[in-house]
């Protein structure tokens, strides 16, 4: 991990190198992109985990109508993704699709000072933590939905993965909302929609019971609300590996494991 860190520094952070002003040349190679200031607003928000046009619009203080063209052309350039709710259809999120756009407004651009002053050491050692969760995390969720969608085999959910998004629950106990990382419908013989997994992504975390468990609590408040989840997987995805336990539960039948192996070797 110092290799990692001390090449962060020594490119994606560094003035002297091309990777510092490369997310900079990739909004200046979009010719749609005509008022830049407040494109980079848009992705700056989005960048501090502000998902929703409505948050959107309060972190820019600026009226939701300010920014709807704005975030329709980021998507038209591919540099933002849309993504509708799985359960809540009426609930868009937005997100930075290009990594690099992500970690410049997340880490470098708030930075910018400190880092022409050649003190990249210093500002990593704060950001790290941020780059994991604004940048990696939310990128890991997203090769994990590209996989199911174009990768995964019919046999690992018992049909054929169509519809891969995000979703919400609610919990109305806990006065809160689940998020679920990897939500898949698909067919099942001649059966469309059909709620095939929900799934959990941790890129840096070992996974063990206590998030099977939680997806477990997921589809009991699902089939509370009349959601049909007799088909459905449990899955769980992660860059860090498994506990034995969760591994025995997978020798069950009872959910879905996915690590890198799997991810980049195919099924």
């Known amino acids: 991990m110092a290799d990692f860190d001390s090449w962060v520094c020594r ?9 510092y002003r490369e997310a900079r040349y990739l909004l200046a190679d979009e010719s749609d992109l005509r008022d830049r200031a407040l494109y980079h607003s848009v992705l700056a928000a989005l960048a501090t985990g ?6 959107i619009a309060g972190f820019l203080e600026r009226p939701i109508s300010d920014i709807t063209h704005p975030l329709t052309v980021l998507q038209d350039c591919g540099l ?3 993504e509708e709710d799985a359960f809540r259809r009426n609930r868009s999120t937005y997100r930075v699709a290009e990594p690099l756009i992500a970690f410049d407004h997340a880490i470098s651009r708030p ?3 400190l880092l022409d002053r050649r003190l990249a050491h210093q500002v990593w050692t704060t950001a790290r933590p941020r780059f994991l969760s604004a940048v990696v995390g939310p990128h890991f969720e997203q090769v994990c939905r590209d996989w199911v969608a174009n990768f995964a085999s019919p046999e690992t959910f018992g049909g054929m993965p169509i519809d891969v998004t995000y979703g919400t629950v609610a919990d109305p106990a806990a006065r809160t909302g689940m998020e ?4 898949v419908r698909g067919a099942v013989g001649q ?3 059909v709620l095939l997994s929900v799934g959990e992504a941790k890129w840096d975390r070992t996974m063990g019971m206590s998030h099977l468990d939680r997806l477990r609590h997921a589809l009991i408040l699902l089939a509370a609300r009349g959601v049909d989840t007799t088909a459905t997987r449990p899955a769980c995805y992660s860059g860090a590996g498994f506990t034995p336990e969760l591994r025995a539960a997978e020798a069950r039948g009872e959910v879905v494991l996915v690590d890198l192996r799997r991810l980049y070797e195919g099924e």
């Open 50 to 55: 502000n998902a929703t046009a409505g948050r």
């Open 191 to 193: 059966d469309n929609g």
């Open 80 to 82: 933002v993704r849309r």
């Open 111 to 113: 930075k910018r000072p």
């Open 180 to 183: 679920l990382d990897v939500v």
């Open 11 to 19: 490119t994606a952070l560094s003035p002297s190198s091309p990777l």
